[in-house]
């Protein structure tokens, strides 16, 4: 038996249709970074894996989100987890 399809997407702006566009096509976008910024997120990873223990959670949010995540994170040059994770400390930490 087929299953029925997932509705389509709506976006807000061309904006939202491209992000979800690029996230859909597991194409990686080149982002030059200086060997300074470089360093900085490599002790920033390393600060994390050494840090307190981490705890798996799973979380449910809105595919356009989630693909706007995933865009921010790669112009960033990190993994989407890693910036979610940065976000929701430094709310917490106010």
Do not use: C
């Not at 997932?6 to 976008?29: C, K, L, T, V, Y």
């Not at 990873?45 to 995540?69: F, H, N, V």
């Amino acid at each position: 038996m087929n299953q029925p399809k997932p509705p389509e997407p709506i976006f807000d702006s061309e904006e939202e249709r491209a992000d979800f566009a690029f996230q859909d096509s597991d194409e990686w976008i080149e982002v030059e970074m200086s060997a300074e910024r470089r360093a900085e997120l490599r002790q920033a990873a390393r600060q994390m894996l050494a840090g307190q223990p981490r705890k798996r959670i799973s979380i449910a949010i809105p595919e356009r989100d989630l693909a706007r995540l995933k865009t921010r994170a790669a112009e960033k040059g990190m993994p989407y987890q890693t910036l979610i994770n940065s976000i929701l400390h430094e709310y917490v930490e106010g």
